[in-house]
């Protein structure tokens, strides 16, 4: 099993979930906020996710504040904001932090795995990281690419 399968996550419902539920599938991980200028990526990423999960990916979303403190709700908050205002149904997980001693094992993970131009630091919110069905990390896409323009990297992957 690989590195990423090992690690879990709780939902933003509480539930623990581990990365091995996602094994044979490509993962696209998100940091992401709702109240970012990026925030309308959400709309973009429900429709690849859509659009995909028939043919095995998932995007999982993992709520931030650490960025200008722009996701600064409860999980009833950020599941309002996902669901109502952009029509989320990938599965989103509880509020982390993705950088300093406190971050969250995934992203500890993919940062190490996948440096971006901070080394091991996550610039902004809506950084993305596209994992392989074998849970090997393939591409870290920074926040201005969207998810249409990630779409052909992603079905190149599947």
């Known amino acids: 099993?690989?590195?990423?399968?090992?690690?879990?996550?709780?939902?933003?419902?509480?539930?623990?979930?581990?990365?091995?539920?996602?094994?044979?599938?490509?993962?696209?991980?998100?940091?992401?906020?709702?109240h970012?200028?990026?925030t309308p990526q959400y709309a973009g990423l429900e429709a690849l996710y859509k659009k995909y999960t028939d043919q095995g990916l998932v995007v999982l979303g993992f709520p931030?504040?650490?960025f200008g403190k722009q996701e600064?709700?409860?999980?009833?908050?950020?599941?309002?904001?996902?669901?109502?205002n952009y029509g989320v149904s990938f599965p989103m997980f509880e509020k982390v932090e993705v950088n300093g001693t406190a971050a969250h094992p995934v992203f500890r993970y993919l940062k190490n795995e996948l440096p971006g131009v901070l080394g091991g630091r996550i610039k902004w919110n809506f950084t993305k990281f596209l994992i392989g069905r074998d849970g090997t990390p393939l591409k870290r896409f920074?926040?201005?690419?969207t998810p249409e323009k990630?779409?052909?990297?992603?079905?190149?992957a599947l």
């Open 1 to 34: 099993m690989s590195t990423f399968h090992q690690l879990t996550a709780t939902s933003l419902s509480g539930q623990p979930i581990s990365m091995a539920d996602y094994a044979g599938k490509l993962v696209l991980v998100v940091n992401t906020a709702s």
């Open 36 to 38: 970012c200028g990026f």
């Open 64 to 66: 931030c504040n650490q």
């Open 72 to 84: 600064p709700g409860d999980a009833d908050e950020i599941a309002r904001t996902c669901h109502i």
């Open 142 to 145: 920074a926040p201005i690419y």
């Open 150 to 156: 990630i779409e052909a990297t992603v079905i190149a």
